[in-house]
C-alpha cells in the first residue's frame, strides 16, 4: 500500500532531502521555497513548518549545505546560482 510523504504545491519543480532524512525542501516554478518537516520522529508524514518567497524566479534545484556548516540552504534560480539561505 503507497502513503504519501508529503504533499507538495502545484508548480514544484524541485526537492531534496537534508543529510538526516529528517527534512525535505522544494522549490517551485512561482521562486517560492518550502520545508518540509516530521511532527513524530517515526511517523513517515511530513508537514510544510516554513514557506517563502525566494526569488521572482522560478527555483530549478535546492541542495542542503553540508551539516557541518550549519542548518543551510542553497538553490538555483533559474539561469544562475542565487544564495544560500540560512534556516
Known amino acids: 500500500m503507497e502513503k504519501p510523504v508529503a504533499t ?4 514544484t519543480t524541485c ?9 525535505l525542501a522544494a522549490g517551485s516554478v512561482d ?4 520545508i518540509f518537516d516530521s ?3 517515526s511517523s513517515s508524514s511530513f508537514i510544510r513548518s516554513f514557506k517563502f518567497k525566494a526569488h521572482e524566479a522560478g527555483i530549478v534545484k535546492v541542495a542542503w549545505i553540508p551539516p557541518e556548516y550549519g542548518l543551510l540552504l542553497a538553490f ?7 544564495y ?3 534556516l
Open 8 to 11: 507538495l504545491d502545484r508548480g
Open 15 to 23: 526537492s531534496a532531502w537534508n543529510y538526516c532524512g529528517e527534512r
Open 31 to 34: 521562486g517560492s521555497l518550502s
Open 39 to 41: 511532527r513524530d520522529p
Open 76 to 82: 538555483l534560480k533559474m539561469g544562475l546560482y542565487q
Open 84 to 86: 544560500g539561505k540560512s
